[in-house]
């Protein structure tokens, strides 16, 4: 099967790309795309996708709880998969204040909640685990039914100290997640 995967950063390219060569017997072929931070990026390349069997989204994402508390499949570096999300604060066209997306699982990860906002959001007030980005709403809208989205835990809000977001993903290893997608399409 193809698959194209959708990476909203460089970094996250990258590092897919190194856990696909890492792989020596893989059952599928792959295309990686950039496609940009935000709804508005992934919108305009969920509308200009190279033809392929099955579309993942995969990037890095913040998630509400520090890391003392989370369940060890949460810990920084581990692969997720979104099987809801949410829009908060956004007004007008599209998207406007959407209610909850929720798609069945394709992996064996972990499912959580994904939340995507314009508006400041006081992660004290959301329940801890919940994942915070920017594209998995709109992908979730656009997307077919075999899609679906695998984030990898970045870092943890709120940060109790600033952090340099470049620095604390430089060791995350995107082949658990990689791995995951290859096991989860038939």
Known sequence: MKITILTPMEIEREKTLVAISAISDKKHEYEVVTCGIGREAIAKTMMQLPQSDCTVLLGFAAIVGQEEIQPEALQKGNPVEITAASLYGYKGELFENGSIIVSNSKTQLPCLFSLT????????HLTI???????DYTFMALKRPQDFVVRIVSDFLPHLHEIDFFKEVE???????VKAIEAAIA
Do not use: Q, R
């Open 117 to 124: 906002s314009d508006k400041f959001v006081k992660t004290s």
């Open 129 to 135: 685990g919940t994942i915070i980005n920017m594209e």
């Open 171 to 177: 060791e995350i290893d995107f082949l658990p997640a």
